[in-house]
């Protein structure tokens, strides 16, 4: 079983629309929580980070943690063409991050 | 506030040489990891590396080695390179022990 599993993608949505992307991780211990952009051919950007049970908003970003369902989500609302990028799922496992493969993300104009 | 930085931003070798990537954390971080993304692959951890010392290691031979400086900043050496080890190498770093990762631009690394 992989440490962090991500929805596959790619996923493409209209511009306005909302995206979602998913993320398990399979560490019940596991204490930070992080969504990455990466666009092709660059280094991942932090977009997210959270700690705790429940939602965490930052701009059209919302980031929901569900520690007992060991499950973590990003919403990605009024979607834009710059959001099209890969982002990655990283979950902190013994000072470490371990990162998911990554959700393709096509917002289409 | 100056991001992390990496050097070369691409490489060149071949089979057999030796490369020598460099890392320098955002001012105040002493916490540095290394990655490696191969194309089409996920990020895979390599190092961790904290005030000076090697705290952890992902799942790699040890010809993947490196170390820090009093500086914090950190070198990733690669000995007898081979064909697969052509990647995207980044170097992250933080203030605090598990705690947000901040990533450099990355070197490109293509073994022939």
């Known amino acids: 079983q992989k440490e962090v599993e991500q929805n596959s993608g790619p996923l493409s949505v209209p511009e306005g629309a909302i995206a979602s992307l998913n993320c398990t991780y399979s560490?019940?211990?596991?204490?930070?929580f992080f969504w990455y952009r990466q666009y092709s051919g660059k280094s991942p950007e932090l977009i997210m980070s959270?700690?705790?049970?429940g939602d965490k908003e930052d701009g059209r970003f919302t980031a929901q943690l569900n520690k007992a369902s060991q499950y973590v989500s990003l919403l990605i609302r009024d979607s834009q063409p710059s959001d099209s990028a890969t982002y990655l799922c990283?979950?902190?496992?013994?000072?470490?991050?371990?990162f998911g493969a990554g959700t393709t993300v096509t917002v289409r104009a | 506030e100056a991001g992390v930085t990496q050097s070369p931003t691409h490489l060149i070798k071949t089979r057999g040489q030796q490369a020598t990537l460099r890392c320098s954390p955002i001012?105040?971080?002493?916490?540095v990891y290394w990655y490696q993304q191969a194309l089409g692959l996920g990020l895979q951890f390599l190092l961790w590396?904290?005030?000076?010392?090697?705290?952890n290691r992902g799942n790699f031979p040890p010809r993947f080695s490196g170390r820090q400086f009093p500086n914090y900043s950190s070198e990733l050496n690669v000995n007898a390179l081979e064909l697969e080890d052509s990647a995207l190498y980044l170097c992250?770093?933080?203030?605090?022990?598990?705690?947000?990762?901040?990533f450099g631009p990355g070197t490109r690394l293509l073994v022939l």
């Open positions: 992250a770093s933080s203030g605090d022990r598990g705690e947000t990762q901040y």
């Open positions: 990283a979950v902190t496992n013994d000072y470490k991050l371990s």
């Open positions: 560490d019940r211990g596991s204490q930070s």
């Open positions: 001012s105040g971080h002493t916490s």
């Open positions: 590396y904290d005030e000076g010392e090697e705290r």
């Open positions: 959270i700690y705790s049970n």
